[in-house]
């Protein structure tokens, strides 16, 4: 049997779906649960003046459970997960996140996470003698080897600084898995070299699910990253273009016949340079009718030099 799965950006204004997972730019990050709805706050900052909320739905009547720190939504094929916890001891929370929220997911039946979100404060601050960020990896990867998720088992995956200091993740699961898909012009993210993270990143550039409306391509964040390397260290409209050259480079190799993205978020480190992607983005998807949903939000990309990322979905 097929999924169900929907994905929308829509006016924060308009009436969305009252059941499903939500995700709300708001202060502070949290979760609020009931009534069959999961709303996470990652506790991010949208830009004005246009404001979103981001809409999953799937078949079934949903199930919702709570573990501790972790909120469960769980429909026919689809589960919804979250974990709102502190965010300091940045490796320890991690670990103990990931290993909750996946335990939860597998005694669920659902093995397979295929997309996941993970937003945390002060991200290139030094913990223990390293990058959170590196922090976060390292937590995140002894999680996954413990529960020997496999390298074609990756989710797709967002991670962001936010301006809290809490660690909120939430994601997607599936009874069967979703396929990875690989960008050709980037390293796989758990092939990096070391000295981005002792452990590596563990997600896949983006993945695959066949749904009961047709394919669904989840986007992770992506950035100005070519081979391992990052691009235009500090020219934000080169770093745009070459993160959409990314996205077309994923885009053809899942299949150009696959639909387009229908929406786009875009993390911006310093959100005075929204008019110049902006004009980039306008540019590169001109043709389109309609273009992307586009929400814009402020937020840290794990490197320094990064200044923009770019995830979604294709639907
Ligand atoms: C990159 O391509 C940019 O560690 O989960 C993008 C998406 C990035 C997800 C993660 C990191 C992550 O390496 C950074």
Redesign the pocket.
Known sequence: MTLTLRSQLMPEAATGPDSGLRIRLRDPAGVEAGRGALEVHPGLRALPPDAYAEYWTARGTPQASQEGPLRLLEYDEVLFASWVGPDHDLRTQTEAAYRALLAACRTRGFQHPARIW?FFGNIHAEENGIERYQAF?MGRADALEALEIPQAGMPA???IGSDQRALVIYLIATRTPAEPIENPRQVS?YHYPERYSPKS?T?ARATRLATNDGPLILL????S?VGHESRHPDDVVAQARETLANLQALHDTAGRELPRPSWLRVYLRHPEHRPRVAAVLAEHYNAAHPGPTVQWVRGD??RQELLL?IEGVHA
């Open positions: 993970n990896c995956a967002t991670a993210a990143p997600f992770s964040g992506t950035a990253i990309i794990c990322e």
